[in-house]
């Protein structure tokens, strides 16, 4: 796959792992979709080295949206847990 079907993919793999996961997010949008990016990039190499499938196989190929899905769901709940923390002030 080009490029740009990754893109386009992690684009929508990001949109449907923030439904998924629904709440505020420091970043906005346009770090959602970043974080679907790399999310399709990361669920296609877990595939690859957890369960040995090649999940990266087309673009209309399930197997490839279910590890762009879950590379990004992972990415997000990640990015809540690491910035989250910043995010909440505490006074005294």
């Known amino acids: 796959m080009g490029i740009i079907a990754w893109?386009?993919?992690g684009l929508i793999a990001g949109a449907i792992a923030k439904t998924l996961m629904p709440g505020k997010?420091?970043?906005g949008i346009i770090i959602t979709m970043l974080i679907g990016?790399?999310?399709g990039l990361l669920g296609g190499?877990?595939?690859?080295?957890?369960f040995g499938v090649d999940s990266i196989d087309g673009f209309f190929d399930i197997s490839t949206w279910i590890a762009a899905i879950?590379?990004?769901?992972?990415?997000?709940a990640l990015y809540r847990l690491i910035t989250g923390n910043r995010h909440t002030h505490r006074h005294a």
Do not use: E, H, R, T
């Open 25 to 27: 997010d420091p970043g």
């Open 37 to 39: 990016i790399a999310g």
């Open 70 to 76: 879950v590379g990004s769901v992972i990415l997000l």
């Open 45 to 50: 190499w877990l595939g690859k080295v957890v």
């Open 7 to 9: 893109i386009l993919i």
